[in-house]
């Protein structure tokens, strides 16, 4: 239990749940200097026909959209988990993470 209250007081730390709900997605997406590098990353997984790749980086991208939401900043009520809201997201969480690791594992190219 000391490895995880050591990794909590470093994620708490650092503050990257405030990072990544104040991310300026307009600005990121017009700064050359991300966009420029990521089309050519997907450019170059769509010539080289790597759909796991991009289906991956398709489901990061939803993950991190989905925490930007209205509705994920109100799963927790008054500090507490609002359990009719978490269950749809756990499974949701579930199917795609199952998918990905079928992706990755479960089948040969």
């Not at 990794?7 to 966009?35: C, K």
């Not at 980086?57 to 799963?75: D, E, I, Q, V």
Request: proline content about 3%.
């Amino acid at each position: 239990m000391v490895i995880f209250t050591k990794v909590a007081n470093w994620f708490e730390s650092t503050h990257i749940d405030g990072q990544l709900r104040d991310v300026d997605y307009m600005g990121l997406f017009t700064n050359p200097w991300f966009i420029v590098p990521f089309g050519i990353a997907v450019a170059y997984m769509l010539y080289k026909q790597k759909w796991t790749a991009i289906i991956v980086t398709g489901a990061g991208f939803g993950a991190w959209y989905f925490s930007g939401t209205n509705y994920a900043n109100s799963l927790l009520v008054n500090g507490e988990i609002d359990i009719n809201k978490i269950l749809p997201v756990m499974f949701g969480g579930a199917v795609v993470l199952g998918f990905v690791i079928y992706l990755l594992f479960g089948r040969s190219d």
